[in-house]
């Protein structure tokens, strides 16, 4: 229990109305979560506006309302109403107040960018415990503590939920934590509190232009982050050099600066690069002096997303033999590059690229494991931004031999018009491609079209689970579906991995 008389310098109200010398048992912005004592915060989001439910969160037990709305009547006179300029914002540096600022206690690595986020951040974390030590994961597929897996709603939760994680890792004797930092976050103040001993950027490409509207403003959302979200800067800045928009921030950022990349001068860069089917083999050049890295991680873009976790080890102080130890016991990041085995001729790999950029650098991997053809499945979301819809299309029309475009999580539009959206990008770029609206008949296109050799590459959902359509969400796992085919196509379901 916190007096809410102690949170007030967090909340920065503009007006108060009613009591203020009141414990504060939680902090909750979904009116069902609401139990005795706690502190209430209306957010107003596309959908909903939580000044709605005010009366049943009270109703239900809390003792303090925040709004940024106007024109709201007073509540109950045991109720404590406090008006703020920005709700999410309060929202985020009362959660870190409540739970005692976690971030200061931890080393914490905050990872933003359009791809290579996730597995960044699970390289990271395997090193991390190369030495058997407690270490926390947050991020788009899972949140990892102390051999606990919690699957994510998104990449990076809202801030009572992130402060609540990060005290989890706090309270268990962890040191050190890796977060996933979104776009949407940064500009929501999901990380408002946290204090960042590393960020790190990896690339900017075309992606969620629905929020944002130009890569202009994308790129500022993600600028936030190396720059302080209501906290002091990192102290550390972790920046791609062969990306653009990381030479920008190069430019800019006031923290101390390790830069990566492969094609331009950095700090870290590899050498020596070998990719195989069990993966790859390099040697990291760092200032601390080279280190022999064996992954079974593959292509090009695992080779960035090595280097950003070599670069950020060597930020925070981390020995060259955890950082090589670290890198070789990660098997696998779910749903990049994740393989399906069921005994048949061909590879049937399953990743999340859903980005014309995340989709010509997985063809580009599978193209130089294969010298025979390459056959992608993908779709595109709906209700995300169209205009990369034919950028999609075009990239996996020219670098593929055949393509089966389908749906992919349509959600409130018509699949067909998504599919019309894309199409005209294959078209452009070639005539080898069906179109196929159920994913499952897709993939099963796809498979009994595969040869001996071919690699038949599942894109778009990688780790999901379900298929978001117009009326509900239901089960669907490319892996399960692709293993359930390959097993009726008469390969041994017995040896399926």
Not at 93 to 102: E, W
Not at 301 to 320: E, F, H, K, R
Not at 331 to 348: A, K, M
Request: hydrophobic content about 40%.
């Amino acid at each position: 229990m916190t007096p809410l008389n102690e949170l007030l310098a967090s909340l920065r109200p503009i007006e108060i109305i009613g009591p203020t010398a009141v414990p504060i048992s939680q902090i909750c912005c979904d009116s069902r979560q609401v139990g005795k004592g706690s502190l209430f915060f209306a957010l107003r989001g596309e959908r909903l506006d939580g000044n709605r439910f005010v009366q049943a969160a009270i109703d239900r037990g809390a003792v303090a309302v925040v709004t940024d709305g106007v024109g709201e009547g007073s509540p109950p006179g045991n109720v404590c109403l406090l008006r703020v300029r920005d709700a999410r914002q309060s929202m985020a540096l009362v959660a870190s107040a409540f739970q005692g600022h976690p971030s200061r206690a931890l080393q914490l690595v905050g990872i933003t960018g359009t791809n290579g986020k996730t597995t960044t951040s699970y390289v990271l974390h395997s090193i991390f415990q190369a030495r058997q030590e407690c270490a926390g994961l947050m991020g788009t597929i899972e949140s990892l503590l102390g051999g606990r897996s919690m699957p994510s709603k998104n990449t990076t939760p809202e801030s009572i939920d992130v402060q609540g994680f990060l005290a989890a890792v706090r309270d268990q004797g962890c040191r050190r934590a890796v977060m996933e930092v979104s776009s949407h976050a940064l500009e929501m103040h999901r990380v408002d509190g946290c204090e960042f001993a590393v960020a790190v950027f990896t690339n900017l490409t075309r992606d969620h232009l629905d929020f944002h509207q130009t890569m202009d403003r994308y790129f500022d959302a993600k600028r936030k982050l190396f720059f302080g979200t209501e906290s002091p800067p990192p102290e550390w800045a972790v920046l791609n050099v062969d990306d653009d928009y990381g030479v920008r921030l190069n430019a800019e950022v006031p923290s101390k600066k390790i830069t990566y990349g492969v094609r331009q001068a950095a700090d870290v860069h590899a050498s020596s690069v070998e990719f195989s089917f069990e993966g790859m083999k390099l040697t990291a050049l760092t200032p601390k002096g080279p280190i022999p890295i064996e992954s079974t991680l593959m292509g090009t873009p695992n080779v960035y997303n090595i280097l950003a976790a070599v670069a950020s080890s060597i930020a925070m102080g981390i020995d060259m033999e955890m950082i090589r130890d670290g890198i070789r016991n990660l098997s696998s990041v779910p749903g990049r590059f994740e393989r399906v085995e069921c005994g048949q001729p061909f590879t049937v790999v399953v990743d999340y690229a859903h980005t014309d950029d995340a989709l010509r650098n997985v063809i580009t991997t599978a193209r130089g494991l294969t010298k025979h053809r390459v056959i992608t499945v993908f779709g595109c979301g709906g209700e995300r931004d169209r205009t990369k819809r034919p950028l999609m299309g075009e990239v996996a029309g020219r670098l593929s031999d055949f393509t089966v475009l389908t749906s992919d999580n349509p959600r409130s539009e018509d699949p067909l018009r998504i599919i019309a959206d894309a199409v005209v990008g294959l078209q452009r770029a070639t005539d080898r491609y069906a179109v196929e609206p159920d994913r499952g008949n897709a993939i099963r296109r796809a498979l009994e079209e595969a040869r001996e050799g071919d690699i038949v590459l599942l894109a778009g959902k990688g780790h999901e689970t379900y298929q978001v359509l117009s009326d509900r969400t239901v089960h669907f796992d490319d892996r399960e579906v692709a293993r359930e085919i390959l097993s009726g196509l008469g390969y041994s379901s017995t040896v399926c991995n």
